[in-house]
């Protein structure tokens, strides 16, 4: 099988703070030699080491260091790693958004990405106008978009509101567009970077279906980034695992989600502050937003029966009257086990701006293993409609140590087939 993609020794340099040198004869003698006589950036200084969890030691960064692998035409790789990894950063330098600051990328055929919600929509213009705007950016004739016109519109699920500026969208209904006009371009290679997390769950079994037809069906690539270890493995046949802009290790799907959640398993622990190093959701609204999460018991190790103790420090960030607080828990696999879903809370009285702190206990009988936990504040309710206001994914990690077997919940041996349980619980705002 030929090779589609070929990464040669990439590394790319960002400058930290300003942009410029600090003099004009500085910046001209950087533009000359840059510029004119084609020669390496006479101000460049090695960088240091992308972690973003620690203070800078120079004002410059490597966002990618040495990146040096091959995709085979076809292959479906699934790129992970945490915030700041260097994911999109990879995915922007294959389409050409910008430049590597050395090595060469070599890439066979015509490539379709979707780098971001609404990348290339102009939000004065409607959807259909953007359509043809987008599908000519990524490289479609006009004569080629009319005649995937309809088949964009349809599985968009847009057609309603086709006709209607694109500002007046909500965000899964941009990227459920972006998603069509790029998945109908019919490239030779898909770039694809964590749309998954705006869409519904019905868009998303759509959107994995039509890139494995694209894969499987067509022979086509596609390089996909997400943070939802469960569609990697369900729709990649090889994974690239970054960690602070290196290749940290490169396998098959399965092997590569089990290496990066086994070391962010030993990595995580009964407390956690959120930054942005934590998997942080980007496409929400931050209404109310989420500053510390913390499981009540400093052993971390769990009976079956033994009530699980949350608390969640959050902060006001907007006019917002009511909230709700989903508690998401996944296995090693980062399959989802079960999940609880509190009342609406009612937050009109607490001061934008104010930190508040809310607590709850979630009763299980989980079987013996490590799980992982998410946390999800939004509006979840009929009367006040869908909205996410902050989501961190796999922020805390305990143990369940023993398992009942003469339990009468069925809970510690519920198989996968079953779905999904809901647990039971109790919350409140304390402070």
């Known amino acids: 099988m030929s090779t589609a993609i070929e990464f040669n020794n990439i590394s790319k340099l960002y400058r930290l703070g300003l942009v410029s040198s600090g003099t004009l004869s500085n910046d001209l003698k950087r533009w000359w030699q840059m510029s004119v006589l ?22 410059y960064v490597w966002a990618l260091k040495d990146i040096d692998f091959k995709v085979e ?46 990348t290339g929509f102009h939000p004065e213009l409607t959807g259909r106008e953007n359509i043809y705007m987008n599908g000519a950016i990524l490289g479609m004739s006009k004569q080629e978009i009319n005649s995937k016109m309809d088949a964009i519109i349809d599985f968009s699920g847009c057609e309603r509101y086709i006709d209607t500026p694109v500002k007046r969208y909500s965000s899964g209904m941009t990227v459920r567009l972006g998603f069509a006009v790029a998945a109908h371009l019919d490239p030779e290679i898909l770039v694809v970077d964590e749309v998954l997390a705006v869409g519904d769950a019905e868009f998303q079994k759509k959107a994995i279906g039509k890139m494995k037809d694209v894969s499987e069906g067509e022979g086509r690539t596609v390089l996909f980034v997400s943070h939802n270890m469960s569609s990697i493995r369900k729709l990649c046949r090889s994974g690239v695992v970054l960690k602070n802009g290196y290749i940290d290790f490169m396998g098959t799907a399965d092997e590569s989600v089990d290496y990066y959640i086994g070391n962010s398993i030993s990595q995580l622990c009964s407390y956690a502050e959120i930054t942005d190093e934590h998997r942080r959701y980007e496409y929400t609204s931050r209404d109310v937003e989420i500053v510390s999460v913390k499981i009540l018991d400093e052993v971390n190790d769990f009976a079956s029966n033994q009530p699980l103790e949350f608390e969640i420090k959050l902060r006001k960030n907007r006019a917002v009257d009511a909230m709700s607080m989903e508690i998401m828990i996944n296995n090693q696999k980062d399959e989802r086990i079960g999940s609880y879903l509190s009342s609406m809370i009612n937050i009109s009285n607490i001061p934008v701006g104010q930190e508040f702190v809310w607590r709850s206990r979630v009763e299980h009988n989980l079987a013996r293993g490590k799980y992982q936990v998410c946390f999800n504040v939004g ?53």
């Open 73 to 118: 035409q076809g292959d479906v790789v699934g790129i992970i790693g945490k915030n700041g990894a260097g994911k999109s950063t990879l995915l922007k330098l294959l389409s050409k958004v910008t430049g590597p600051t050395t090595g060469t990328i070599k890439a066979k055929g015509r490539i379709g990405s979707l780098l971001e919600v609404g």
């Open 38 to 59: 084609g020669k390496e950036d006479p101000f460049l200084k090695v960088g240091s080491v992308n972690d973003r969890s620690k203070a800078a030691d120079s004002e």
């Open 379 to 431: 509006l979840k309710n009929i009367q006040f409609g869908s909205k996410d206001f902050d989501i961190v994914h796999n922020v805390l990690a305990f143990s369940v140590v023993k398992a009942d077997m003469f339990s009468e919940s069925p809970f510690a041996y519920w198989p996968d087939y079953n779905g999904s349980l809901y647990f039971k619980g109790s919350s409140e705002i304390i402070s």
